[in-house]
């Protein structure tokens, strides 16, 4: 009533629009200029297109687009402020589509205030092209020396990471102001060039520019990329030495406690949060979760969520990404379906943490889901990082033909090397070798140059698919063509491909003449071919230093063990038994995961626990007398011999991954593919079976365990008995 009453007594009450927040009362004020026959002035249209096209609101900005379309020559202020409003909001394209109507209609060109308004609408855009643009014709109308524009023009290249035109850009500017070299410092800390960022800080110092906030809070995000907490020590003082008081400064303050978080340096995080009082933000917040889930404090990060009053999507994927990290994957989907069920739609980071905790449980029907519905036509189908999720999610899920079909989909300019190698790395798993060799080459002929995460790809899925001679070739073009120094994880490739297609002493040769010490990783692999090979004579050497390495690792005694078991050296194999039994080692239990109408399902070695464990012991039996009719016989060389061979049958029975195969036999649809991930080799008797099965029930099966994919179909298996 009071704002009616006071409108009412003054026409003159255009004032107000500097007070008035709302968009009712600007609508009061608008109505009472059209009583007081103030509407058709051309000051009083300007403020009130200002006002409501800057209000922040989707009904302002409309409002103010009815008003500039009554207006038959809007001046140059009018379109500049349209689009500056349209640059601000959820439609920055509306801003070039009026920019193009105003120089196509010719009333007025376009000025230094124009153009700021345009490259931070270009700058919210998927694609660089219209940046590119806008960029052609501030060189025509001569502003490209303008300092605004030319700090909106770093702005827009550093936000696309093409720094390189950024920072020339930068250098060619005669004169340098605050915004410019905040924007190249923050710009380089985005793209992960923390040097470059410091280097020019140091300039920014030399040149006597004074930093702000903004340019710490840049600095403290280059430290959290160098992983450098002494540099951030430094940069924390630098503070305290340039600005006169942080203490109400909250945006700067969530800096540095996400810096001391992400650099592992939890306590002293924790010391700057605790200064934040009541005024803490979320981000700050977000930050401490981390940093403590990183920590390997998950259920204190937990608390720490639980204890938020509010919590954004930042927040949530904090949490989410704890877990993920953590390797509690159950518990990241779980939170995120609790996040969904209250309406707040994830972002990219949170779709990769989820993705990423889809393809280790594989979830697959999670997983697709997040595709079609957050990625495949929306604006996250040009993030090249969600893309690489995307397809490792459904290679880890066993759906490789959809992850090459997604390959197959990107465009050139998002095939990075981060692209290339993930589905060169699903290829791997899958054993698909001539496959992953034509994409490397698809890799080279783009002009990419393969790095050192390429070759471990590469050349495992060469292991994988017994091209010996191709995989040698490939890992002596790695220094001698690409100047790459091979590491032990090349060099380990190398011993696992020799030694699964019995080239024992060969690889044996190469892990003598390795110009480092060899880790467990390729003792194991060795030790594991001489197990598939029968050589005993190698074998002993690399089961000793394997249990040198790993002395209270299970699995390693009973791959030796087994190994001088099938060799008939019972009393050797029974002294390795000894000294796990003596030291209480335990092999590690095996489990097997999968998934039904988006839950998942575990299984543990000879648990009857499950919900559906009636049911499932009678599939049991089912799987057993077919298995029987059709002449499977159990093979229980792998068992331990001091139970009778009855005793081995019934445990080889109940391996988790035929719990799992028979609770999928009984609810996956008839037409779905039974997917199933296991934490350990699938042992030959297993494989065996799940061959007959496909056959007996008419079923494809899918089984990851920790050395590749298996593919069972029409009794047979993808990776030709040989894993």
């Given at each position: 009533m009071m704002w009616k009453r006071f409108?009412?007594?003054?026409?003159?009450?255009l004032c107000l629009l500097e007070s008035c927040k709302s968009f009712k009362q600007g609508l009061q004020i608008h109505a009472q200029t059209i009583v007081n026959g103030l509407h058709h002035q051309i000051f009083s249209i300007s403020r009130l297109i200002s006002f409501f096209s800057l209000l922040g609101s989707k009904d302002g900005l409309d409002h103010s687009r009815l008003l500039f379309s009554q207006i038959d020559c809007p001046n140059l202020f009018m379109w500049n402020t349209m689009i500056r409003g349209y640059s601000r909001s959820d439609n920055p394209r509306e801003a070039i589509v009026l920019y193009m109507s105003m120089i196509a209609k010719g009333i007025a060109p376009p000025n230094n205030f124009t153009f700021p308004f345009l490259l931070n609408s270009c700058a919210r855009l998927s694609s660089l092209e219209p940046g590119h643009e806008v960029h052609s014709h501030i060189i025509k109308h001569g502003f490209e020396s303008d300092l605004f524009v030319r700090n909106a023009l770093i702005h827009l290249y550093s936000v696309f990471g093409?720094?390189?035109?950024?920072?020339t850009l930068f250098d060619e500017s005669l004169v340098r102001d605050l915004v410019s070299y905040n924007t190249m410092i923050k710009g380089y800390a985005e793209v992960n060039q923390p040097e470059s960022a410091l280097c020019l800080f140091g300039e920014m110092q030399n040149s006597g520019i004074l930093p702000d906030e903004f340019t710490f809070v840049a600095l403290f995000s280059v430290c959290s990329v160098l992983n450098e907490p002494n540099v951030g020590k430094q940069i924390h003082a630098q503070v305290y030495k340039n600005l006169s008081s942080i203490d109400s400064n909250i945006l700067l303050k969530s800096a540095i406690v996400d810096m001391y978080a992400k650099c592992g340096l939890i306590n002293i995080a924790e010391r700057v949060f605790s200064t934040m009082g009541t005024s803490k933000s979320a981000a700050a917040w977000s930050s401490m979760v981390c940093g403590y889930a990183r920590c390997g404090e998950i259920n204190v990060a937990r608390k720490l969520f639980n204890h938020m009053h509010e919590r954004d999507v930042i927040s949530w994927t904090a949490m989410i990404s704890g877990y993920s990290q953590a390797g509690q994957c159950s518990e990241a989907l779980e939170l995120f379906k609790e996040m969904e069920a209250l309406g707040i739609k994830p972002d990219e980071v949170t779709l990769v943490a989820v993705l990423s905790a889809c393809a280790r449980l594989g979830a697959f029907d999670l997983g697709k889901r997040l595709y079609h519905q957050y990625i495949e036509n929306g604006v996250f189908n040009q993030n090249t990082i969600l893309t690489a999720a995307v397809m490792d999610m459904y290679a880890k899920c066993g759906?490789?033909?959809?992850?090459?079909?997604?390959f197959r989909r990107v465009g050139k300019n998002m095939k990075t090397g981060f692209v290339f190698n993930s589905m060169i790395a699903g290829l791997a798993q899958h054993g698909l070798g001539e496959t992953a060799i034509t994409v490397f080459r698809e890799l080279i002929s783009t002009g990419l140059k393969p790095d050192e995460v390429t070759f471990v790809g590469v050349?495992?899925?060469?292991?994988?698919?017994g091209l010996v001679e191709e995989g040698k070739k490939l890992f002596e073009s790695m220094f001698n063509a690409y100047g790459i120094k091979p590491q032990m994880e090349h060099y380990g490739c190398m011993v696992d491909l020799l030694g699964r297609y019995g080239?024992?002493?060969?690889a044996y040769d190469l892990v003598q003449k390795m110009p480092f010490e060899a880790n467990s990783v390729i003792w194991r692999a060795l030790l594991s071919a001489c197990r598939t090979h029968g050589n005993v004579k190698i074998g002993e050497i690399a089961g000793q230093k394997l249990l040198e390495m790993e002395a209270r690792h299970g699995a390693r005694y009973v791959l030796l063990s087994n190994i001088l078991a099938d060799a008939n050296q019972w009393e050797e194999a029974r002294q390795v038994r000894k000294v796990m039994e003596d030291h209480g080692i335990r092999k590690p239990p095996g489990w097997s995961y999968i998934e039904l109408g988006g839950a998942i399902h575990r299984f543990v070695a000879s648990d009857k626990s499950h919900p559906q464990g009636k049911e499932i012991e009678l599939m049991l039996k089912d799987m057993a007398m077919r298995l029987k009719s059709a002449g499977y016989v159990p093979n229980t060389a792998q068992v331990m011999f001091d139970i009778d061979e009855e005793e081995k049958e019934s445990v080889v029975s109940y391996h988790s991954e035929k719990l799992a195969l028979a609770f999928g036999l009984m609810y996956c649809s008839p037409t779905d593919t039974i997917r199933i991930v296991k934490n350990l080799r699938i042992c030959a008797d297993c494989h065996k079976a799940f061959k007959l099965v496909s056959e007996i029930y008419g079923r494809e099966i899918t089984v990851r365990?920790?050395?590749?994919?298996?593919?069972?179909?029409?009794g047979s298996c993808s990776c030709l008995d040989f894993w």
């Open positions: 409108l009412l007594e003054n026409p003159s009450s093409n720094l390189n035109l950024a920072r759906s490789i033909d959809s992850a090459l079909e997604i050349l495992c899925a060469c292991g994988h698919s080239c024992l002493e060969e365990d920790t050395m590749r994919f298996h593919h069972f179909r029409n």
